[in-house]
C-alpha cells in the first residue's frame, strides 16, 4: 500500500526553466507534508515542508504547492541551476506523529 | 540542524552474519529513528529510538532482526542480524530536534552490500 507517490522517476529540466515535481498521497489524516533532497551518497536533506491548513510556502527559488481536494502537492524550482541535480523525496506525516511516509523519489536532472 | 555521523558508511558482509551500524549526534535529542532504502525504493522507517525506552518497530519488522539500542540522547545502534542479501540497503538515521515541525535530519547513510 503505497501512500505516498512519485510517479515520475526522472525530470530533465533545462538550467534557468522551472522545475516541477509532482506528489500524490492516499491518506486523508496527512496534515504536513515535506521535501526532501538527496545527492548520492549522502543522506537526505530537508528542502521545505507546508501545513495542511495551507495551499502554499515559499523559500528562495522552492515553492511547494498542495491541493488538498486532490491529495496532491508540487515542488516548484525557479530558476533550476545545475547543483539541484538530486533525487526528490516527498514525504507526509500525520497528526505530530513523527513517521514520515516517503514517495520512491524522482531524479531530477538540470541540463545546461 | 544537527551533524549526524553514521558508522561505518559501507561494508560487504557474507550471508548468516549480523553487522552493527552507530548513528552519533552533535546534541541531545529525544526522538531517533531508523530508516532503510532498499535498491531503487523509498526509505521506510524501521523503528522509533527514544532514550529509556524500548524501541517502537514498524509492521514488517522485528527486534530480533533489527536490535536496536539507546544509550543516551546523542547515540544509537542498529544490528542487521543473521543477514541474506535481501537486507542489501542503505540505512539511515534521522533525528527529530523536537521543534514542533516534524522535520527529521538524516545521517549520511550505511549502504551494506550482503553476498
Known amino acids: 500500500d503505497q501512500q505516498v507517490k512519485q510517479n515520475s522517476p526522472s525530470l530533465s529540466v533545462q538550467e534557468g526553466r522551472i522545475s516541477i515535481l509532482n506528489c500524490d498521497y492516499t491518506?486523508?489524516?496527512?496534515?504536513?507534508f515535506l521535501w526532501y533532497k538527496k545527492y548520492p551518497a549522502e543522506g537526505p536533506t530537508f528542502l521545505i515542508s507546508i501545513s495542511s491548513i495551507k495551499d502554499k510556502n515559499e523559500d528562495g527559488r522552492f515553492t511547494v504547492f498542495l491541493n488538498k481536494s486532490a491529495k496532491h502537492l508540487s515542488l516548484h524550482i525557479v530558476p533550476s541551476q545545475p547543483g539541484d541535480s538530486a533525487v526528490y523525496f516527498c514525504?507526509?506525516?500525520?497528526?505530530?506523529?513523527?513517521?514520515?511516509?516517503f514517495g520512491q523519489g524522482t531524479r531530477l536532472t538540470i541540463n545546461p | 540542524s544537527a551533524v549526524i555521523s553514521q558508522k561505518p558508511s559501507r561494508d560487504i558482509c557474507q550471508r548468516g552474519t549480523s553487522l552493527t551500524i552507530q548513528c552519533q549526534v552533535d546534541?541531545?535529542?529525544?526522538?531517533m529513528f531508523w530508516y532503510r532504502q532498499q535498491p531503487g525504493q523509498s526509505l521506510t522507517l524501521i523503528a522509533t529510538?527514544?532514550?529509556?525506552?524500548?524501541?517502537?518497530?514498524e509492521s514488517g519488522f522485528v527486534i530480533d532482526k533489527f536490535p536496536i539500542s539507546r544509550p543516551n540522547l546523542t547515540f544509537s545502534t542498529l544490528t542487521v542480524s543473521n543477514m541474506s542479501p535481501e537486507d542489501s540497503s542503505i540505512y539511515l538515521c534521522?533525528?527529530?530536534?523536537?521543534?514542533?515541525?516534524?522535520?527529521?535530519?538524516f545521517g549520511p547513510g550505511t549502504r551494506l552490500t550482503v553476498l
Open positions: 534521522s533525528v527529530d530536534l523536537n521543534r514542533g515541525y516534524n522535520e527529521q535530519f
Open positions: 514525504a507526509s506525516t500525520s497528526g505530530g506523529a513523527q513517521k514520515l511516509v
Open positions: 529510538a527514544n532514550q529509556g525506552s524500548e524501541a517502537t518497530y
Open positions: 546534541s541531545q535529542v529525544t526522538m
Open positions: 491518506n486523508s489524516m496527512f496534515d504536513y
